[in-house]
């Protein structure tokens, strides 16, 4: 059973926007922070930005901060990335994940987080 689910990847070029959406099949989604994190070809996987239960309170990178914005819609279940000003090193798979514990602001930690989604690609060309 598919838990949490992106889609919204692809290629763009440099300078370019993309929208990531995660789409949550967990019965607890309104209570838990939300985190994206992606991973690189031959890079370990890194955080790129989080979000806690309510959406009131937001976090980010800094390799990402002023370019990219996390939001989330309880009543949809879902959390986006919006992805402004795309770069070739921000291509990777791009991953949702959902924290371990309820009504927290999350981490940039992935061993915190116990619910992953399957990743989606994002390509951006030079």
């Known amino acids: 059973q598919v838990q949490l689910a992106e889609s919204g990847g692809g290629l763009v070029q440099a300078g370019g926007s993309l929208r990531l959406s995660c789409a949550a099949s967990?019965?607890?989604?309104?209570?838990?922070?939300m985190g994206w994190f992606r991973q690189a070809p031959g890079k370990e996987r890194e955080f790129v930005a989080r979000?806690?239960?309510?959406?009131?309170?937001?976090y980010y990178a800094d390799s990402v901060k002023g370019r990219f914005t996390i939001s989330r819609d309880n009543a949809k279940n879902t959390v986006y990335l919006q992805m402004n000003s795309l770069k070739p090193e921000d291509t990777a798979v791009y991953y949702c994940?959902?924290?371990?514990?309820?009504?927290?602001?999350?981490?940039?930690?992935?061993?915190?987080?116990?619910?992953w989604g399957q990743g989606t690609q994002v390509t951006v060309s030079s």
């Open positions: 979000i806690n239960w309510s959406g009131g309170s937001t």
């Open positions: 967990i019965r607890t989604f309104s209570r838990r922070a």
């Open positions: 994940a959902a924290h371990n514990s309820p009504y927290t602001s999350g981490s940039g930690y992935d061993y915190d987080y116990d619910y």
